[in-house]
């Protein structure tokens, strides 16, 4: 049985992904969403640690959408693992797979990378809502999530720029990939 990515200490982690072999980058921008999401978590305990925002309606809410979220994000790290696993080979190797297998391929990385987009857009927009109510020690904390998913986002962008580019013969599908 193979050791799920979001199960292995950080040094374990931290030297998988300095190896020759996944996971790599998106399993990586999938981590730092994840941190993002812990820190986001973290700060909205503290808010309904404090009796002041008993009342407050949002606050369940919020706490099941990044459980979700982090949930997500956690088996996004061991998607794009298995993705790139996959892909690895075929850019060591002269083995030749036929355009289509090879777009479908890529494709799929790329859903990752969106789907990693989607979850790092939905955690700002409660970070952005929740801002509003936070005790000045807590802004730091969610001013440092946001980071986190811009990083996040902006390694799940860059891949799917890459992987648009390795597309071959698909001028309309590229243009459809770019837009999103």
Same mark, same amino acid.
């Given at each position: 049985?193979?050791? @799920? ?10 030297? !998988? ?25 973290? /700060? ?16 369940? %809410? #919020?706490? $099941?959408?990044?459980?979700? %979220? !982090? ?8 998607? $794009?693992?298995?993705?790139?696993? &996959?892909v690895l080979p075929l850019f060591l190797s002269p083995m030749e797979l036929e355009t289509k297998? #090879? ?6 990385? @790329?859903?990752?990378?969106? /789907? ?11 970070? !952005? $809502? ?12 969610? &001013?440092? /999530? /946001?980071?986190? #998913? ?7 962008? @860059? ?5 648009? $580019? ?7 599908? !590229?243009?459809?990939?770019?837009? &999103?």
């Open positions: 049985d193979e050791v @799920m990515l979001k199960e292995l200490s950080v040094e374990e982690f931290l030297e !998988k992904l300095s190896s020759e072999k996944a996971p790599g980058s998106g399993s990586a921008a999938a981590l730092v969403g994840a941190c993002g999401v812990s820190l986001l978590l973290l /700060a909205l305990h503290l808010c309904s640690a404090n009796s002041k925002y008993d009342s407050e309606q949002p606050i369940q %809410l #919020w706490q $099941d959408e990044l459980a979700s %979220l !982090k949930e997500t994000l956690e088996k996004l790290i061991d998607e $794009d693992a298995a993705v790139l696993e &996959r297998e #090879w777009n479908q391929l890529l494709a799929e990385a @790329m859903s990752v990378s969106f /789907a990693i987009a989607d979850a790092c857009f939905a955690a700002m927009g409660i970070a !952005k $809502d929740m801002i509003q109510m936070a005790e000045p020690n807590l802004v730091c904390d969610i &001013r440092f /999530a /946001a980071l986190n #998913w811009h990083t996040a986002l902006q390694g799940s962008m @860059m891949l799917n720029q890459t992987n648009i $580019d390795l597309m071959r013969d698909q001028a309309d599908l !590229k243009d459809h990939i770019n837009e &999103r």
